[in-house]
């Protein structure tokens, strides 16, 4: 065995070869990303398209079929699922397992821009895009000042956004909320109608009055001048002084001579708030490759540095969400663990070797194998998340196996009168194939886990892989650098039986073979009762068996866990306003503000769907105390809120969303589709599914995705009066379109 011969000759080899390994490997560890689990790319694309103002059946028929038939025949394809409701359509993609994501993006792309031409002139460009849990926003931010509120939304939009955009890793920073501002036209009919104008008149006008053109150069034999036409608003005056039309007697008519101009603010569609306190939300999300714990911590002190610049102006922030503080937890939690663990292995190596230097020698050897390890993962891209450093603890008990067995092998073999440096050669050597075994073992278990596919793949690709590395790092060790110790450091009996740790030793080891004459003793009786044993064997095997097979023991892909943070979604019925929402997210608010085991409130009022802000619905995302303050987890304290809110104000529903274990709002984890050639033939049986649903027992909240649509007045057209009096459909629609604007 020439490694084994080299490391106890050559020890300088050892040495050098091991502290290259522990500098690159702390280097390693610097440089890891910390993530609270893997990141995953799922096989997953979405098309979504905004047609403004248009009805479900209208988004059906026009953009998601459409859309449906173009990207049918995408390669890879495994499920087509469509969504279409008021002003959105939404297509998703599900891959079939190995499919090459990124091509088959390309060829969803292609597939959309072909059909482009074929949608309506009214529909805005359709996104396409692959989902990645990096999509999420990873902190969500309240922003409170003493300003006026435009001021406040141009000082949050054109300073404090581009601050945080520029911090390396942030992906994108969306606003919710604030009072954005508008230059309202307001026109009075009748003098548009006395002046013979159109509304549709108007608007062309004032559009085309708001425009810069480049209109050449001037030149000389010294310098060019690039000339220019401006020609856009700069004040609410320039507005109302644009011409309209001059009349037969050759008077000017003027927009203020129809119309109010006013510098007001935009129609609020989502409301904002922190604790009671109207705030702009500031949400950040990352890239897929960024490290989520220093993001925070840029973002953190990017607020501080702007909370000291505008400090005149009263501006605060509130962190409603930071996924990286439960990230922090965790990972710090488990690195706890692990010293811990470290320690406990070298007290029981301690007992049981009865040596102080053969404990350091196995505590020596799992630091060794460990921090080594960060270099592949490095190099893999991996990152320090649950699954990782889970694998990191549980290896510690793996990776002192080989180094136990080669202590004990060479402890034998100076027990037979060896000298340190012989016994340490014939010690591994005897047994060197042995360790060979049990690691390869463990290697060939765990590395085929790290190349399968699919989700549960993603998870446990890190899990698995680290664990291999491990151990075939502590191999090395054990042929290298544990001989290479104990030819140098090993010695015979280190205590005196008289001695206070040599008398704790000797009962110890008397209490081993105590427990060992008892295990004995029942090894004895089993096999002089063979049939008693088989049958007790039997029962305890089955009945473990049926605490899952009768549901005694349920199964999940991962633990939901508790961050502290839930998320209390507000519906009331499809023709209320965003001022009725906002009465009722206050009150909700005021209620949950009382408790308490509520640290933070986060509103928001005209809550997404599907990515369109709907007035009728409301978010109130709950940040409850330190776990170790309270006594109650977040599912319960959820659970007692939503029953009390639907008990105290009526007219709503309520839904509760976890926090998930990867920081995520949970949704429903289970879904039915139901399919079918009619809509009211398909919207009968999911009614008969979801009753039947309602009746299991622990189900909460099941719904149907297919609703009613908002109450409308449909205008149905005379075709013939239209056309005797030459009015064009399309024109029809964009004065009924600017009328109502």
């Not at 292995?345 to 009865?354: N, Q, W």
């Not at 009526?650 to 839904?655: H, K, L």
């Amino acid at each position: 065995m020439n490694i084994i011969k080299m490391s106890i000759a050559r020890p300088t080899t050892v040495v050098v070869t091991f502290i290259t390994l522990l500098f690159f490997g702390i280097y390693s560890f610097t440089q890891l990303n910390r993530e609270l689990m893997p990141n995953m790319s799922l096989d997953v694309i979405t098309v979504s398209t905004l047609y403004p103002g248009a009805g479900a059946n209208e988004v059906e028929n026009a953009v998601t079929k459409k859309i449906e038939d173009a990207v049918s025949s995408i390669e890879g394809l495994d499920k087509l699922i469509a969504t279409s409701m008021e002003s959105f359509s939404l297509v998703t993609i599900q891959l079939k397992e190995g499919t090459d994501l990124d091509k088959a993006l390309q060829n969803a792309q292609r597939k959309v821009n072909a059909i482009r031409a074929d949608l309506p002139e009214r529909v805005k460009e359709p996104s396409v895009s692959d989902f990645n849990l990096a999509d999420v926003p990873i902190m969500t931010i309240g922003a409170v000042a003493n300003m006026n509120e435009v001021e406040f939304y141009d000082l949050v939009n054109h300073e404090i956004k581009p601050a945080l955009e520029r911090i390396p890793g942030v992906a994108q920073i969306t606003l919710v909320g604030g009072s954005e501002r508008e230059i309202q036209i307001n026109i009075n009919e009748e003098r548009m109608a006395a002046y013979e104008l159109s509304i549709l008149d108007i608007s062309n006008v004032l559009i085309n009055s708001n425009l810069d053109f480049p209109t050449g150069k001037i030149k000389s034999d010294n310098k060019q001048t690039q000339i220019r036409l401006q020609g856009r608003y700069n004040s609410p005056a320039d507005i109302e002084n644009v011409i309209l039309k001059y009349m037969p007697d050759g008077s000017a008519i003027k927009v203020k001579h129809v119309a109010d101009v006013y510098d007001n603010y935009k129609e609020v569609e989502t409301l904002s708030r922190v604790n009671g306190m109207t705030s702009i939300g500031i949400t950040v999300q990352r890239s897929s490759d960024a490290n989520t714990v220093e993001i925070s911590k840029a973002v953190r002190e990017v607020l501080d540095a702007l909370l000291l610049q505008y400090e005149a102006s009263g501006l605060n922030f509130m962190i409603a969400a930071d996924n990286a503080e439960f990230t922090i937890e965790a990972s710090d939690s488990v690195m706890t663990d692990l010293i811990i663990a470290i320690i406990l292995v070298a007290i029981t190596m301690l007992f049981f070797l009865g040596s102080v230097r053969n404990s350091i020698f196995v505590s020596v050897a799992i630091p060794l194998s460990l921090i080594s390890s960060f270099i592949v993962m490095y190099l893999l891209g991996f990152s320090l998340n649950l699954m990782s450093l889970l694998a990191i603890t549980l290896v510690v008990g793996i990776l002192v196996d080989d180094a136990i067995v080669v202590i004990e092998n060479i402890h034998r073999h100076m027990e037979m009168g060896k000298s340190r440096v012989q016994a340490a050669y014939d010690g591994l050597r005897e047994i060197s194939g042995t360790i060979v075994s049990i690691t390869l073992v463990l290697v060939v278990v765990f590395i085929p886990i790290s190349l399968t596919q699919g989700m549960v793949a993603n998870i446990f690709r890190q899990f698995a892989a680290t664990i291999a590395i491990a151990v075939s790092f502590s191999l090395l060790v054990s042929f290298t650098v544990v001989p290479l110790l104990y030819s140098r450091f090993g010695k015979m009996n280190e205590f005196s039986s008289q001695s206070y740790i040599g008398r704790r030793i000797q009962a110890f080891e008397n209490l081993i073979d105590r427990i060992a004459k008892w295990f004995g003793m029942i090894l004895k009786w089993s096999l002089s009762h063979k049939l008693i044993t088989l049958v007790i064997t039997l029962t305890v095997l089955l009945g473990s068996l049926s605490l899952m097979l009768f549901g005694f023991i349920g199964s999940d892909l991962a633990p939901q866990g508790d961050q502290g943070q839930f998320v209390l979604k507000i519906e009331l019925s499809r023709e209320a306003t965003i001022a009725q929402t906002n009465q009722i997210a206050y009150k909700a608010e005021n209620i949950l503000r009382n408790s308490p085991l509520v640290e933070t409130v986060f509103t928001t009022v005209g809550a997404e769907e599907n990515g369109q802000p709907q007035a009728r619905l409301a978010d109130l995302r709950v940040k409850m105390i330190a776990h170790n303050q309270r006594n109650t987890s977040a599912t319960d304290f959820s659970r007692e809120v939503k029953h009390f809110l639907q008990e105290n104000i009526p007219g709503i529903r309520v839904q509760i969303a976890m926090t998930d274990i990867m920081g995520n709002i949970d949704e429903a984890p289970i879904q039915y589709h139901i399919s079918g050639y009619h809509l009211d033939s398909v919207r009968t049986a999911a009614n008969l599914i979801l009753n039947n649903i309602k009746s299991v027992k622990g189900i909460v909240d099941p719904r149907l995705s297919a609703e009613e649509g908002s109450p409308e007045i449909s205008i149905i057209p005379d075709r013939e009066k239209m056309a005797a009096l030459g009015v064009p459909f399309e024109m029809l629609g964009m004065a009924l379109n600017n009328a109502f604007s």
